[in-house]
């Protein structure tokens, strides 16, 4: 990401990135550090794969604490709107053989399609965006198929 770009993130999604980043520093880091110092202790450290081990996880937490650092303080926390589809609406959609569906429109940080949430920066989400209840929208798939839905409602 670019330096200092916005992320638009709803309410909760702010606040569950706050809580990883909370748990990250006050709980996993001092118990990472402390596998660190209990592996160090034991000699060598030029073939202690248990201190190769936490360091190799300590390096991993330590670039998802930047990552969440860098989300939330660029963060734009966005209201959901219930006439135009934007990230925090819930929207119901059938499509054309009549199969309906309902989506919450996310960040792309918080997305978990197989739960309801999908990228604003989805295809399926992009071309959501700013539609309202009754519009037919269009989109490709990933492997190029042309689809269409109803927007039936949005929350």
Do not use: F
Not at 19 to 31: N, Q, W
Not at 56 to 65: D, F, P, Y
Not at 67 to 80: D, G, K, Q, S, W
Not at 129 to 140: Q, R, T
């Amino acid at each position: 990401m670019p330096i200092g770009e916005q992320v638009l993130l709803t309410h909760d999604e702010k606040q569950r990135l706050q809580h990883e980043l909370d748990e990250l520093v006050s709980v996993k880091r001092p118990e990472i550090a402390h596998k660190i110092g209990q592996a160090a202790a034991d000699g060598d450290l030029s073939e202690n794969g248990a201190y190769h081990h936490a360091k190799e996880v300590q390096g991993h937490l330590e670039g998802r604490i930047g990552e969440l650092e860098y989300l939330l303080r660029n963060a734009v926390v966005v209201e959901p709107t219930s006439d135009r589809v934007s990230i925090g609406s819930t929207v119901e959609i059938r499509d054309d053989q009549g199969k309906g569906r309902t989506y919450q429109l996310v960040s792309k940080h918080s997305a978990r399609p197989s739960e309801g949430l999908i990228s604003d920066e989805s295809p399926l989400g992009h071309a959501l965006l700013g539609k309202g209840a009754g519009d037919k929208v269009e989109y490709s798939t990933p492997s190029g198929q042309l689809k269409s839905v109803t927007i039936v409602s949005i929350a």
